[in-house]
């Protein structure tokens, strides 16, 4: 077996998606109804999810089957590659060995087709017409308007508006596949005209652009709503990243030491690492670090607590690291790595210290970008170039060890980004205490 890239073959694609929550060593906090302050049920998320949906996000069971019709549309890009960065070691003269998955390969790609394709079919099934969704950087909106165009449903996406500005071509890619696409926060929610009358020149933020979606979804009958990170179910269908992993490096005979993913909401990170996580609870010494950026620490400097998963307070409570959802980051170029929570399943795991976090300024981020492209070819996003720093950091401790990281997506549509850094117009930013503080405030006050 070629240990540079391992490949898999068409009917190795998994057939099970792994729930973790089976496995959790504590049981992780239910979603709480904000009016009440008790756990709510299926019938609170049936307005914006469709019961399938609901379902997965509620389950235990351990593994979930994927359908045929499903895994069938998978086989466009899937399974993807695992590849050694033998230029990258080389070149740090590191003793460590670099493999990453490279999701970078589907159409939009990214890593967020895995749960957009699975979401448009449950919904499709169920007779949806339309899927509202928010996006960052534009990977999430770009896989939903993919997925919505091979099962023929109409996609909405409100893309925050820094991203909007500074991406063209992610919401061009968008457009391509038929999905109306808007600058949020926009005149069309109530949500959005709220923050506009409070700030004109808002930049956006994925909370503001979350209760625009939500919104969209709730007030029409013939739509649902869509999310590309932070739910169980979301997760659950990115699994099929670290399950593919998993038997790759088996056929090469490795276990990796060091696994390593960018975080924004947590889905990349959370379906390269959960399937492992059964092994490192049974003793096996594996490190899983999250990386995030400094000016979004939700993980490194949020407190993990009950908040809303939007700004205007639409979703239920969530238990999480958060930020606040009133948080606003600045408007850096780490892409989608500015929301204020993250997954609940990724944040407990870092509250019982089995996934260690981090967090990196953009610079040094952009320069570990720019190497790995100049020695392996790939240019990638700049939230993937998050992990990738660390990675280096790591290799550079110079241990025989294996690392492995999730390349979740290419940089084609974030030249603008790289072409700032090179002109040495990027400035670090790590976002003030105080500003941390007055949005962590505004957190709801629930009795647990």
């Keep these: 077996m070629d240990k540079e890239k391992v490949m898999l073959s068409l009917n190795e694609i998994p057939k099970e998606w792994y729930n973790v929550l089976a496995d959790l060593p504590v049981a992780l906090p239910p979603p709480l109804n904000p009016a009440t302050g008790k756990p709510i049920g299926p019938k609170d998320l049936s307005p914006i999810f469709p019961m399938s949906l609901i379902e997965q996000e509620m389950s235990t069971k351990r593994w979930i089957e994927i359908p045929q019709e499903l895994i069938d549309v998978f086989r466009i890009w899937r399974p993807t590659p695992l590849q050694r960065a033998i230029n990258l070691e080389k070149a740090l003269k590191t003793k460590s060995r670099i493999y990453f998955k490279n999701e970078s390969v589907s159409p939009p790609g990214s890593h967020k087709p895995n749960t957009a394709l699975a979401q448009a079919y449950y919904n499709k099934k169920e007779g949806v017409k339309r899927l509202c969704t928010e996006t960052g950087a534009g990977q999430w909106g770009s896989a939903l308007a993919f997925a919505c165009n091979l099962f023929g449903l109409k996609c909405t996406v409100y893309m925050v508006r820094i991203s909007y500005e500074q991406k063209p071509y992610r919401k061009s890619l ?42 969209d979804a709730a007030v029409h009958d013939d739509a649902k709503y869509s999310l590309g990170s932070v739910l169980n179910h979301v997760l659950l269908h990115q699994t099929i990243v670290g399950l593919e992993t998993k038997k790759q490096l088996d056929l090469i005979g490795e276990k990796p030491d060091v696994l390593i993913g960018c975080v924004g909401g947590g889905s990349n990170f959370a379906g390269l690492c959960l399937p492992f996580i059964p092994d490192k609870l049974k003793g096996k010494n594996i490190r899983m670090i999250a990386v995030e ?45 500015r929301y204020h929570g993250v997954a ?68 084609h549509f974030d030249l603008s980004a790289y072409d700032a850094y090179l002109a040495g117009k990027l400035e670090d930013f790590e976002h003030p205490e105080e500003k941390i503080k007055e949005a962590l405030e505004k957190i709801p006050k629930i009795k647990e």
């Design 344 to 411: 609940p399943i990724l944040a407990l795991l870092v509250k019982e210290k089995i996934v260690e976090a981090t967090a990196y300024a953009q610079n040094p981020v952009f320069e570990a970008g720019v190497l790995f492209s100049r020695l392996e070819g790939y240019l990638p996003a700049p939230e993937t170039a998050h992990a990738i720093k660390c990675v280096i950091d790591e290799a550079k401790k110079n241990k025989e060890q294996c690392i492995v990281f999730n390349y979740s997506g290419h940089g």
């Design 174 to 215: 968008m457009h391509i596949w038929g999905a109306d696409v808007y600058p949020s926060p926009t005149e069309l929610t109530n949500s959005g005209k709220k923050i506009l009358a409070e700030d004109p020149n808002s930049p956006g933020s994925l909370g503001i652009a979350i209760s625009e979606a939500v919104e």
């Design 293 to 337: 950026p400094t000016a979004c620490p939700t993980l490194t400097k949020g407190i993990y607590t009950y908040d809303f998963g939007d700004t205007a307070g639409l979703t239920p409570l969530l238990k999480m690291y958060t930020l606040g959802h009133s948080f606003v980051p600045a408007s850096i170029h780490a892409g989608g790595l």
